[in-house]
Nanobody
Framework: QVQLVEFGGGLVQAGGSLRLSCAAS????????MGWYRQAPGNRRELVTS???????DYADSVKGRFTISRDNANNTVFLQMNNMKPEDTAVYYC?????????????????WGQGTQVTVSS
């Protein structure tokens, strides 16, 4: 059974920083793309940033220059460093990963989600 567990949410003042982490565990053979999504009240879930297994990254325009995604392949972990945060960054943040894992006698590729962590930026 594969699980993604997130850490690091909380309350921060505008201009401050937070660091999120997300660790994958289970019968993992390989992790492909990893990413962070967020969902604010009344809004749809949106992609914030993603990173390939080789380290190539992509960012939403709203966070470019402020957020940095990284990953530790040896420990199946992805990080999100958020700097110069703004009130509009307030949302529940979810990590996502495409994982090849062993299940019921064979390997299969599936999308997995973390449980979500609340990030609140006060003005």
């Amino acid at each position: 059974q594969v699980q993604l567990v997130e850490f690091g949410g909380g309350l921060v003042q505008a201009g401050g920083s937070l660091r999120l982490s997300c660790a994958a565990s289970g019968s993992i053979r390989r992790i492909n793309n990893m990413g962070w999504y967020r969902q604010a009240p009344g809004n749809r879930r949106e992609l914030v940033t993603s990173i390939t297994s080789g380290g190539s990254t992509d960012y939403a325009d709203s966070v470019k220059g402020r957020f940095t995604i990284s990953r530790d392949n040896a420990n199946n972990t992805v990080f999100l460093q958020m700097n110069n945060m703004k009130p509009e960054d307030t949302a529940v943040y979810y990590c996502n990963a495409e994982i090849v894992a062993y299940s019921s006698g064979y390997y299969r590729r599936s999308d997995y989600w973390g449980q979500g962590t609340q990030v609140t930026v006060s003005s």
